[in-house]
């Protein structure tokens, strides 16, 4: 089965979620500058959705690169991942939307993690199709940074309860771990 | 007829469903966890709806990618099956909204089963284009599960005016059967 | 320059609109069947307006199948006849919410003759990069069915002032022979 | 890293925002032709981001097509230009329902701004790629016209405080001098 088709349409949707959240961004009452203040909660959550989600899309696209076969399970990892991704928009709204509260915050996390595991399955999914001496296999390796940046999804997720703002900084931290780029199959693909 | 240009089509709308669906679960109101509980019955039937448009995502992948031919006719009966599934986030917003009752549940219902008509319709147009040795004809067969999940639709319209439940046991239950991979097309081709 | 991409943009905005006017029908109060009798006329125009963007889309289809060169003139000529479809959600909407009554009628078939208008634009933009004994311009001829739904269409919006029914006849009269599959290109690529 | 996957989802975020501005676009109230003159602020507004929009279509088009290859600092310059672009619909909004007052005004420009200047950085990442005897880095030139467009925007930001018109008027010069099709790109690749 070809992985064409699923790499369409995996970019499809992210294009598509990545796009919809700027609907919650409603348009500001007003025509001052001032109007504009209260946006700040939607608007930074908003900004760091697009990151997560620009992160997802990279990360996809790297990793359906080195990828040799697909199979129906593989699909349905796909879309499992997509399931939770389509949720960002709603989880970043409700986040935004309440200042940042503790309950909003670990729900956002929850997502976010939720989002990790997924992309942990699909991964696990895929490397039951390539041998270990395939460019996947080598470039995925024991996916250290995966399992690390899940890990810290969920810490923040639990320190959400005690500041949000901790919650935060943890879900900060793990777009910043990603954002340098992840040279693995790159480096493989060379 | 190239076929190239009606998958893409095809994939870009129906990513376009699968991902609009969630603008209906609207943002909760309040900054608790408790702001999320009145949201289960259009979450549920969020989640539902996912796999269903997944599903047929799956499938339309499958019967495409075994077809040779395309034509005018096979265009406007994809275009047709296109055509329920866009209504997929209208009748899950109104089932979900109304907490699952009878009338929703009856009309998701109806919805489900004229996609599951227009599917069929969509491959007898293709049947009629592809000759019976080819793997296309093959993998299609008599397609006796594509009409019984049709039937399963049918009898899950009618009992929902008995109890929604029993309805929506009938519409999980086509779910389940496709969620299991159809390997037809996929042992065809190989 | 190659058409390809040309043709994976169109293809993108024509499915989104497609898909979008769907965020037109609100989804309806109430749990009865009753709750969706006030829908029919936001449905009907649904139903209408998805056949039109099915037309354009096959239409489009045919033409750049046919289509060797593309330039920046026809890649405006393109985003023309794309920004008048993307105003068919907002048209749509206005001729079902206020019932067919006869101003949006008009503004509905202005909307459609001013799309119509701008297919003719970009075939004739396609024209001036093909001679004359290319596939492309023999299967275009001198395009007797483009000018006549144009005409059709200025006639509807003359006719909704006298009757709304009227105009929305000429509406149909127009699907109704572009429905009817479209051989030019097919029999010139044959 | 092949540049094909990155045009495709540019082709689809970019195909999303320039559809969804048009959700935007209220279904007017009424069903005089008097209901739609309201709109014209709104409605103008859409037609300049959607020409603005196209204009930047075209460019990614013409400058990727010269493109011969990416990593990841490219990803997330093009992701960083699509953040910007992506607020188009709001600022879009902002503006047209508050009848080009001076601040929405120049919010608008800002967001022009942003975008025209995440555009040099694409292009300064991608002439890092390429030496200077590549047809990319000749057609990209000193990009004279860029920086010129860029300070037209400010200037613009700046005159909206003066008087919107004034601002208006220079994002209308911008659209323009990018309508004119840039032919340096299509020129070396001849």
């Given at each position: 089965m070809g992985k064409g088709r699923v790499e369409a349409f995996t970019d499809g949707v992210v294009a598509i979620i990545i796009t919809i959240m700027?609907?919650?961004?409603k348009v500001p009452h007003?025509?001052?500058?001032?109007?504009?203040?209260?946006l700040w909660p939607v608007f930074s959550s908003y900004v760091l959705s697009f990151i997560f989600v620009g992160i997802y899309w990279n990360n996809l696209h790297n990793m359906f690169h080195a990828v040799q076969r697909v199979d129906g399970r593989v699909l349905w990892a796909n879309l499992h991942l997509l399931f939770w991704l389509s949720l960002m928009p709603v989880s970043t709204a409700f986040m935004g939307e309440n200042h940042f509260a503790p309950a909003p915050v670990a729900i956002y996390g929850i997502d976010l993690t939720l989002c990790a595991a997924a992309y942990w399955v699909l991964a696990t999914q895929l490397h039951r199709l390539?041998?270990?001496?395939t460019a996947f296999a080598k470039a995925l390796g024991d996916d250290r940074k995966g399992k690390f940046s899940l890990l810290l999804c969920v810490v923040g997720v639990l320190l959400s309860f005690v500041s949000p703002w901790l919650g935060l900084a943890c879900y900060v931290a793990v777009a910043a771990i990603w954002l340098v780029p992840d040279r693995r199959f790159e480096n493989q693909l060379e």
């Open positions: 700027v609907l919650e961004l007003g025509e001052d500058f001032s109007a504009l203040l209260p390539h041998a270990e001496d």
